[in-house]
């Protein structure tokens, strides 16, 4: 469910009112832990995390008008989204967070490569999500970006 907010604070204002809070809490919580570098925006309809061209100037290779994307959070039709392209390309901070998210939440881990589906939304583990969010640097998912793509 892609959006066309132009601003984080949009975004929001247009969810459904049971969707807004956990949004809201899940972004304070990437905001608040998430080190120096990134930088908010709406990305592909969702409140995005990237680190910027004023960092990265080559952008996403993809589409290297567009910052390099590192975090995204959505409401999706049947459950809210975390997207965190570094759990899909750092193999620790995958076994890490798929260790310590039983630690968090009694319900099974409903996870793909990159994102994180909470279809419960009062199990939603923000204090995990939290210390996700800080462990990965700008410059760290840099180097990881690139030693991915540039294979």
Not at 2 to 21: G, M
Request: charged share 25%; with cysteine.
């Amino acid at each position: 469910m892609q959006s066309n907010a132009k601003t984080p604070k949009e975004y929001i204002s247009e969810l459904p009112e049971d969707r807004k809070e956990p949004i809201i809490k899940l972004r304070e919580t990437i905001l608040k832990n998430l080190p120096k570098g990134f930088e908010e925006v709406m990305s592909y309809g969702m409140i995005g995390y990237v680190v910027p061209h004023s960092i990265y100037p080559s952008g996403y290779h993809c589409n290297p008008v567009l910052p390099l994307p590192f975090i995204n959070i959505a409401s999706q039709k049947n459950f809210i989204a975390l997207y965190h392209m570094g759990i899909y390309s750092d193999k620790d901070l995958y076994n890490w967070f798929v260790s310590e998210y039983p630690k968090h939440v009694k319900t099974k881990l409903d996870m793909g490569k990159s994102c994180i589906r909470f279809k419960n939304i009062a199990h939603i583990p923000y204090s995990l999500i939290g210390e996700l969010a800080a462990k990965m640097t700008a410059e760290q998912w840099i180097n990881i970006y690139e030693q991915a793509w540039k294979k």
